[in-house]
Structure formats: C-alpha cells, structure tokens
C-alpha cells in the first residue's frame, strides 16, 4: 500500500481503523483507548472538505470539522458557507471553530471546541474558557498530522490496522487529499484550478457578463 495523499489512500485509513476494531470518537468526551478520534482543520476548501465528508459518511465514519470564521480563502456566511455546515451536520459530522489567535469567534454554529489555525508553542496548549482546545491533553496525547503532506511519525495506516495504537488524535487537512499532486505545491495548483472554474461559475450566478 502506497501512502500517497489522494482520496484512496483516505479510504483505506478509515477502513484500516475500521479493520483495527476502532471507533469513532468526538471531543465531548475524554478519549477512551480503542478510539479513533478523526480531526478535520478546514484551511482552505470547502469544497474539499465536502468531498472528504461524503466519503466518510459513506464508510460509516464521522469526523470533527474545524471551520474558519476569518478565513482568507471562504465564507461560512454565504450562501454556500451556510450550505457546508449543513451537509456536514447531515452526514453526522460534528463542528468546531478553526480558530485565529487571539479570536475566539463562539456562535451556535460551532459545538464547544477550539482547534487554532498556525498555533504558535506559547498558547497551542493553553486552555480556552468554555471549549475544549484538541491540543490540551489528553487530547493530543497520541496525535498524527498531515501537515503539508508530511506525517512526522509515519502515516499510521498499518497501526491502525494491527489495533496496535492504543488511540489516536488523527489531524488530516481535506484540501491535501482531494486534489490532486506529488507535491504540495502541485496540490495547491490543481486545487486554484478547480476554484478558479468555482469562481467562473459563481461570477455567471451573479449576473456578470462573461460572453
Ligand atoms: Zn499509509
Ligand atoms: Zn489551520
């Protein structure tokens, strides 16, 4: 099995999870061993966090998505903004804030839990009054992450397949999955290819003239 990111090799990590007797876990609760607690920091694409989320659903897996309220890169108050966070509470995922230091921007769209985007080491662990930050332990006691496209401890396919992690935080970043690319500067291509035929579309949705 070749670790590549692309939407197969997701696949065969929630069926290794399933395959290693794990369940799916959220954070409103401490993490009991024999879980699997699947992570979901939305940077950049919705879109991507979509395709992401179906699959999931598809596999009988529910995952934690962390959404932006001061994004660069989306709106969860647009129209399909709003229509994002209804899909991926339809499909039995939960919500939480993707949130900027110092902005704890709290509504009820978010279930009670923080995840801070680009944490620096001064307050990636500090406790947030009212929420659950994913990085406190215990937590992020047993933690793997994605981060453009590098897994500083190895993908954990196999271990999750041999139920030999005892549980696990997994962090993996939608965009990084579901475009395609052997590098994450090819990735982050393909995915403004993609949005800038989104951007073509919605330009046409809003009456502008493109003939
Ligand atoms: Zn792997
Ligand atoms: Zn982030």
Request: include cysteine.
């Amino acid at each position: 099995m070749s670790c590549g990111f692309d939407l197969e090799h997701y696949r065969e990590l929630v069926e290794a999870a399933r395959a290693g007797g794990y369940r799916f876990a959220f954070f409103d609760r401490p993490p009991e061993p024999g879980t699997v607690i699947l992570r979901h920091d939305v940077d950049l694409s919705l879109d991507a966090a979509l395709a992401i989320a179906e699959l999931e659903a598809e596999l009988g897996a529910a995952a934690t998505y962390f959404l932006m309220t001061r994004s660069e890169f989306y709106n969860l108050d647009s129209p399909s903004g709003q229509a994002a966070v209804e899909r991926l509470r339809d499909l039995g995922h939960r919500v939480g804030l993707h949130a900027v230091w110092p902005h704890v921007d709290r509504d009820e769209r978010f279930d009670s839990v923080l995840a801070w985007h680009n944490p620096d080491p001064e307050f990636m662990r500090e406790p947030v009054e009212g929420l659950v930050n994913v990085m406190e332990a215990p937590w992020a006691d047993v933690y793997r992450s994605d981060s453009n496209q590098r897994w500083r401890q190895g993908c954990p396919h196999e271990e999750l397949a041999a139920g030999s992690i005892e549980r696990l935080q997994l962090l993996t970043h939608p965009e990084i999955w579901v475009y395609p690319g052997a590098t994450m500067r090819e990735t982050m291509l393909a995915m403004l290819d993609a949005e800038g035929r989104r951007r073509l579309e919605q330009l046409a949705a809003d009456r502008i003239d493109l003939s």
